[in-house]
């Protein structure tokens, strides 16, 4: 656990460095607390993107502890923080259902160009195969030939095997051979690799629907549809989850390259507006830097007071 912990703060780093300055700054020394101490506190979570209403629901509960007496020093505004992100977690996440179980199971990534699909499709391949299965790869990405080989090298350093097609090839057709192939060959997981969606485009987002159904038909019941959201768009990824969700149905999410952003609160703002479970998180782009969330390991990292 402890080498999770360090792999969810190393790659949160940025993120708590920036609250921890502002937090620890906020009251350090002060014999009364004002509002302009708390307003400083509701912009230091706004600014690494937390959202407002879970926002305010961290400074009303400092205020309250701080009213009761009951905070004595810094670790505990960070240990009230953590406890509120807790508890919006543990509301949301109950409705993870990613099940991987007997028989052959669909994730089909989608998400915008650029935000880390076709990486996580293949950090997602070595995660399950390191945890025993037999994963396929499909590039449902025919519009662009470099996406196709970039998933191709991803195969190749996870020792998958990846379903493609020719380049502009209907999308929904290399789905079909690839969950043909992948039942009959007795895999366990496929991995489906989309293009990058320009959600202002009606006809692209459509090709998703037309992906997921042909999944359904050959394999009913078994498709998790995953959003990849880049994490330094911070709450501007919010528009890219709406938008997605009216072309097809979202099962959860996968927020990407936080090791290079502060803007960690968007995991919770996310979670909160759109009841979405996280599944994992790119916190680098090496094979072994996703991680499946965890709540737990997530807020001690967000909120890990940082000695200058
Ligand atoms: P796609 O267009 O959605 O398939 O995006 P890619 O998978 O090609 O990723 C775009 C860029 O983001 C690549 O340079 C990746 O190496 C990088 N990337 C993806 N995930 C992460 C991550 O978690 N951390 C970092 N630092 N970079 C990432």
Known sequence: MKNLLNAFQSGLKKTAVSLSRKISGCFTGKSQWSDSDYELLEAA?????FGISITRRIISSIRTSYEQGII??????????KNEVLKLFSKEQSNIKIELGAGLSTLMLVGVNGCGKTTSAGKLASHYKNNGMKVMLAA???????????????GEKTSSYV???????????VAYDAVTAAKNRGYDLLVIDTAGRQHAKKNLMEELGKISKTVEKLNP?????????????????????EEFSKFC???????????????GGMVVAITEKFNLPVLFLGLGEGINDLQKFDP?????????????
């Open 140 to 154: 449902c990405d025919t519009f662009r030939a470099a996406a196709t080989e970039q998933l191709k090298i991803w």
């Open 72 to 81: 004595k020093t810094d670790d505990d505004i960070f240990l009230i923080a």
């Open 296 to 308: 737990n390991l997530f807020a001690e990292a967000v909120f890990e007071k940082i000695k200058d």
């Open 163 to 173: 379903v493609s097609g020719v380049a502009g090839a209907d999308s929904a057709s």
């Open 249 to 263: 149905k979202i099962d959860g999410l996968i927020c990407t390259k936080l090791d290079g952003s502060y803007k």
């Open 221 to 241: 019941g078994k498709l998790t549809t995953i959003i990849v959201i880049d994490g330094s768009m911070g709450s501007n990824a919010l528009a890219q989850v």
């Open 45 to 49: 979570l706004i600014n690494s993107d």
